[in-house]
């Protein structure tokens, strides 16, 4: 079936690190992909998504690439900052029509200033 | 323009009760979804809500049960309430048929004692 796979946190950086989630997925067809952030206390917030292969989907200063060849869609951010503490969820739905999002466990993000 | 709103905030119930929880969704929005976010893990969906039917629904039993009302607003019951159900719980809403677009509330915990 579908599903997402993502690293496992709590993954802490120091501020202005570069910072990498993997995330890899298993889907039929040609799923969308997203990643979601979730701040403490919060609900979801969509971070950005991509809907077909090679798209690249960015906002706030992440990029993710949809890789359909190693089925991957990894969060990258050149520089974090503290406010970038979160939980951070890469997810999908089998297309743009369908009804749920399927969810990775979630990776914990803690930045130190 | 008021997002995805839930209520109440927080809950406390006891094994064996019943529990309603509320859904107003994102203004022009017609279609309310439920998620299941246990302690440290992905959301998981529990079923969708369109034109007051259930269009789609999850892996979860019979005592997950919902309801759509004309003005799009929707209720999430749980009946006969177990310790495993104790959890934070979203609403997400979106047109039918866009995923892509589903924006969440801020959740409600329910802790079952």
């Known amino acids: 079936g579908n599903s997402v796979t993502q690293m496992e946190g709590p993954v802490t950086l120091s501020e202005e690190a570069f910072l990498t989630i993997n995330c890899t997925y298993t889907?039929?067809?040609?799923?969308?992909l997203f990643w979601y952030v979730q701040y403490p206390g919060e609900g979801l917030q969509l971070l950005l998504k991509?809907?077909?292969?090679?798209d690249k989907g960015s906002n706030k200063g992440f990029e993710a690439t949809y890789r359909k060849e190693t089925t991957s869609f990894h969060l990258e951010k050149g520089s974090v900052q503290v406010s970038d503490s979160a939980v951070y969820f890469c997810a999908l739905s089998r297309s743009s029509s369908a009804s749920k999002i399927i969810f990775g466990s979630g990776t914990r993000l803690s930045i130190r200033p | 323009d008021a997002g995805v709103t839930q209520s109440p905030t927080h809950l406390i119930k006891t094994r064996g009760q019943q529990v309603t929880l509320r859904c107003s969704p994102k203004s022009g929005h017609d279609t309310v979804s439920w998620y299941q976010q246990a302690l440290g893990q992905g959301p998981q969906f529990i079923f969708q809500?369109?034109?007051?039917?259930?269009?789609q629904r999850g892996n979860f039993p019979d005592r997950f049960s919902g309801h759509q009302f004309p003005n799009y607003s929707s209720e999430l019951n749980v009946n006969a309430l177990l310790l495993g159900d104790s959890a934070l719980y979203l609403c997400?809403?979106?047109?039918?048929?866009?995923?892509?677009?589903?924006?969440f509330g801020p959740g409600t915990r329910l802790t079952v004692t």
């Open positions: 889907a039929t067809g040609y799923p969308s």
């Open positions: 991509a809907t077909k292969a090679d």
């Open positions: 809500y369109y034109e007051e039917e259930e269009r």
């Open positions: 997400a809403s979106s047109l039918l048929g866009q995923a892509n677009e589903q924006y």
